[in-house]
């Protein structure tokens, strides 16, 4: 069976300083690696994915994640945060294992960006 | 295209009532999710539709809950008789078939805020 262990459930950081958020999933298939953002009183949206190819995956605001499959990790990164930024980040993943489109989420990482 | 649309975006119920929240998915679309946000459980998909079938309920808590999809635009998710555990954010989400460029994304609706007090 495929899981999701999100290592942090709160990350606190300052504004301007890098963050790094932490995924590592388990699956016995081959993989699909999404990273969603889901702001206040939001639902979510994808910020990022990793389906094949280039294992470093960039988002258009600044995100990037790296896809590790020796240590099963999906990991997302910024160089540089923002107070926009503050959101809860939900790492997934899909696999084609019996033939259906079915993600399985991670339980989420609130990050809470300090001026 | 509006993305995918959900009502109400609130309600609030009394235990024992019957509540229905709906969905339009995004056109062309053929896959069709339920989830359910709360704190205690995080995100749980509850139910997804193939092409308007019903193809993997087991999320479903209880046979309280049920959902439909009587066309391609519409699916409703409904809980009778309603009780405060229920209380959640549910979403809905759809994609498009497993193949075509832009696969496997799942977009979300805004979601329906429950409170069964």
């Known amino acids: 069976a495929q899981s999701v262990t999100q290592l942090d459930s709160q990350v606190p950081v300052f504004e301007e300083a890098p963050v790094e958020l932490r995924c590592n999933y388990s699956?016995?298939?081959?993989?699909?690696l999404f990273w969603y953002v889901q702001y206040p009183n939001q639902g979510l949206q994808l910020l990022l994915k990793?389906?094949?190819?280039?294992?470093l995956v960039e988002s258009i605001n600044g995100f990037e994640a790296e896809f590790n499959k020796s240590q099963t990790s999906f990991h997302l990164r910024k160089p540089s945060v923002h107070i926009s930024d503050t959101a809860e980040y939900f790492c997934?993943?899909?696999?084609?294992?019996?033939?259906?489109?079915?993600?399985?989420f991670g339980a989420g990482t609130r990050l809470a960006v300090h001026p | 295209d509006a993305g995918v649309i959900q009502s109400p975006r609130h309600e609030v119920t009394e235990m024992g009532q019957e509540v229905t929240l709906r969905c339009k998915p995004i056109?062309?679309?053929?896959?069709l999710f339920w989830y359910r946000q709360t704190m205690m459980r995080g995100l749980e998909l509850l139910i997804y539709?193939?092409?308007?079938?019903?193809?993997?309920d087991s999320g479903m808590p209880e046979d309280r809950f049920s959902a439909k999809m009587p066309n391609a635009s519409f699916s409703t998710l409904k809980i009778q008789p309603s009780e405060p555990r229920d209380s959640a954010v549910y979403f809905c989400a759809s994609s498009l078939a497993l193949g075509t460029g832009g696969a496997y994304e799942q977009y979300f609706g805004p979601g329906t805020r429950l409170t069964v007090t």
């Open positions: 997934a993943v899909s696999s084609l294992s019996g033939g259906y489109n079915k993600l399985i």
């Open positions: 056109s062309g679309h053929d896959y």
């Open positions: 539709f193939n092409n308007n079938v019903p193809i993997d």
């Open positions: 699956s016995s298939v081959s993989v699909y």
């Open positions: 990793y389906l094949s190819g280039s294992t």
